[in-house]
């Protein structure tokens, strides 16, 4: 199988560590190939969303695999509106990496692929469009990841808290879904291979409030935990109180009954154990 990325993102370069023998060739887009250096056994496209190159649709309209994990913008998806007419044409099996944001707030409820979309912000609204557009252009044959807050190797609570950037912020009720990227891999892989299409989510067993994290990986790391803040009154960025607008359980049902995937990671507990036993935060 010859697999072709859009957009080279922490995600993407996890799967092609983990499953990057499974394929005869792999090529990606990233925006500026001089300022990466993680890029071996990867033939590199530079793509910004503007006019591609003939290289690039031309390695396009070769792979049998497409994985997309460019988000959209407020023009719509950039991978769509520069590859429509060579994505149109031919066969491919195609995996859109999205979010679980579009749920909106369910109140700590737990939600499913059944449930209706609820976008609170235009970056969830801009997301639905572009999971339909994805879906539309493939004729339903695009298998959709619903992905959950993104962690592992580099980018988790040891690290913050090692950083002396990790907040414990307390909203009462509040509760995030998160998923390794290790069974995000896994994810990607299970739809590939079993050519899926449709909706799934990706995130683990156990939907968390965010300081209790923290709290574990200070206590794995024998240091004392931030101190608790309210939400209310806690300095935060506009962004990142837009996170708190939403909760919800959000299941992962169907991830293993279709898929057929068994997390690595059940929980950030398993999670945090490993990656504090392979070095992390030391």
């Excluded at 109140?107 to 994805?134: H, K, Y």
């Amino acid at each position: 199988m010859r697999l072709f990325i859009l957009g080279l993102g922490y995600s993407a370069r996890h799967f092609v560590r983990r499953f990057g023998d499974s394929f005869s060739h792999i090529a990606a887009t990233v925006r500026d190939p001089g300022q990466r250096d993680d890029l071996a056994g990867i033939e590199v496209h530079a793509f910004a969303g503007g006019s591609p190159t003939r290289e690039t649709v031309e390695r396009i309209r070769d792979a049998d695999v497409l994985l997309i994990s460019i988000p959209p913008g407020n023009g719509g998806d950039p991978a769509l509106n520069a590859f429509a007419d060579v994505l149109a044409a031919g066969h491919r099996k195609v995996v859109y990496l999205s979010t679980i944001g579009v749920y909106g707030d369910h109140a700590g409820a737990w939600v499913d692929e059944s449930t209706p979309p609820q976008a609170m912000f235009d970056r969830t609204r801009m997301r639905l469009a572009a999971e339909q557009a994805w879906t539309d252009g493939t004729r339903g044959d695009a298998a959709i990841l619903r992905l959950a807050g993104i962690y592992g190797p580099g980018r988790n609570a040891l690290v913050t808290l090692r950083a002396g950037t990790a907040r414990r912020i307390i909203k009462p009720g509040q509760v995030f879904n998160r998923i390794h990227a290790d069974d995000i891999a896994s994810a990607i892989m299970a739809a590939v291979r079993r050519e899926a299409s449709g909706i799934f989510n990706v995130c683990d067993d156990e939907p968390t409030p965010p300081q209790d994290v923290i709290a574990y990986a200070a206590q794995l790391m024998g240091v004392a935990p931030p101190p608790e803040e309210a939400f209310e009154t806690a300095e935060m960025s506009p962004m990142a109180r837009s996170f708190y607008a939403s909760s919800a359980r959000v299941s992962n049902a169907k991830l293993k009954r279709q898929l057929g995937v068994t997390l690595a990671y059940p929980t950030y507990r398993h999670a945090l154990d490993a990656l504090w036993r392979a070095g992390e935060g030391r």
